[in-house]
């Protein structure tokens, strides 16, 4: 027989089902947003940085402005009382209009300041809840740390800012470390939050679940990646902090990188 247009291997048959496997995760703009997160080699958490030094390089001066704008605001922001404790929500929702920003650039575009507010735009609601539940949880966390390490009364003479003098320094030391130490899951369920909502409109306790098991199944990963940003991080800080112009904005970009890394297929 000739050609059959009904045939099983007919290269060109429009009544064909297609035969590729249709991804069951959301799809998105972005890639498809994958059920369960990558677990990925200890390598790739150096690949991030790196890769995220790739975003830098692609417009040097618009991030260096982008990073001085951020913080005569957030300079501005905690001088004013009671304001200052927003500092963590708006930084949330800054952060995801940057996504948005490192997207432009991998894409060819071009990153612009206006990315600096584009979070405000369509998903400040659940940005502003992810600032706000990591806020909740660190002042609980760190109530009940100095409240059980110190005593009640020595943590209430540190809430209430009493001399240095009438608290235990060991105790201190001990209780901060104690209070770091319980916050690593806080930011382990936001660090890559807001990608998660701005590019697939998760809701807040969504994307922070998601963005927890994505850290917890790459630990090595990010152990590297730890280990390398202290380092970079000291570098920074020895031109008088100016390396935080450079640094902040490769660690900006190593969220972007880490995102696609772990939950995009």
Same mark, same amino acid.
């Given at each position: 027989m000739g050609n059959n247009p009904f045939a099983k291997d007919a290269p060109h048959n429009p009544f064909q089902a297609p035969r590729s496997r249709v991804a069951d995760p959301t799809p998105s703009h972005s890639g498809v947003l994958l059920k369960t997160p990558k677990s990925n080699a200890a390598g790739h958490g150096w690949s991030w940085l790196s890769e995220g030094w790739g975003l830098f390089k692609e417009a040097p001066g618009t991030w260096i402005g982008i990073i001085v704008v951020m913080f005569v605001l957030a300079l501005i922001i905690n001088l004013i009382p009671l304001v200052n404790l927003l500092s963590t929500p708006l930084f949330t929702v800054v952060t995801g209009g940057l996504m948005l920003g490192c997207r432009s650039l991998e894409q060819g575009q071009e990153l612009t300041f206006g990315h600096l507010f584009e979070g405000f735009k369509n998903h400040a609601g659940k940005l502003l809840a992810v600032g706000f539940l990591y806020l909740l949880a660190s002042v609980v966390i760190g109530i009940?740390?100095?409240?059980? %390490?110190?005593? #009640?009364?020595?943590?209430?003479? &540190?809430?209430?800012?009493?001399?240095?003098?009438? *608290?235990?320094?060991? #105790?201190? /030391? &001990?209780?901060?470390?104690?209070?770091?130490?319980?916050? /690593?899951? $806080?930011?382990?369920?936001?660090? +890559? $939050?807001?990608?998660?909502?701005?590019?697939?409109?998760?809701? $807040?306790?969504?994307?922070?679940?998601?963005? +927890?098991?994505?850290?917890?199944?790459?630990?090595?990963? +990010? *152990?590297?990646? #730890?280990?390398?940003?202290?380092?970079?991080? /000291?570098?920074?800080?020895?031109? %008088?902090?100016? #390396?935080?112009?450079? &640094?902040?904005?490769?660690?900006?970009?190593?969220?972007?990188?880490?995102?696609?890394?772990? +939950? %995009?297929?």
């Amino acid at each position: 027989m000739g050609n059959n247009p009904f045939a099983k291997d007919a290269p060109h048959n429009p009544f064909q089902a297609p035969r590729s496997r249709v991804a069951d995760p959301t799809p998105s703009h972005s890639g498809v947003l994958l059920k369960t997160p990558k677990s990925n080699a200890a390598g790739h958490g150096w690949s991030w940085l790196s890769e995220g030094w790739g975003l830098f390089k692609e417009a040097p001066g618009t991030w260096i402005g982008i990073i001085v704008v951020m913080f005569v605001l957030a300079l501005i922001i905690n001088l004013i009382p009671l304001v200052n404790l927003l500092s963590t929500p708006l930084f949330t929702v800054v952060t995801g209009g940057l996504m948005l920003g490192c997207r432009s650039l991998e894409q060819g575009q071009e990153l612009t300041f206006g990315h600096l507010f584009e979070g405000f735009k369509n998903h400040a609601g659940k940005l502003l809840a992810v600032g706000f539940l990591y806020l909740l949880a660190s002042v609980v966390i760190g109530i009940a740390v100095f409240v059980v %390490v110190l005593g #009640g009364s020595g943590a209430l003479d &540190l809430f209430t800012g009493s001399p240095p003098e009438t *608290l235990n320094p060991l #105790g201190l /030391i &001990l209780a901060t470390l104690v209070m770091l130490a319980l916050l /690593i899951p $806080a930011m382990m369920a936001i660090w +890559f $939050a807001s990608p998660l909502i701005v590019f697939h409109d998760l809701g $807040a306790l969504q994307a922070m679940g998601l963005s +927890f098991r994505g850290c917890l199944r790459n630990l090595m990963p +990010f *152990l590297i990646y #730890g280990i390398v940003g202290l380092v970079l991080t /000291i570098l920074a800080i020895l031109p %008088v902090g100016l #390396g935080w112009l450079i &640094l902040a904005p490769v660690l900006i970009g190593s969220i972007y990188k880490g995102y696609q890394d772990i +939950f %995009v297929a």
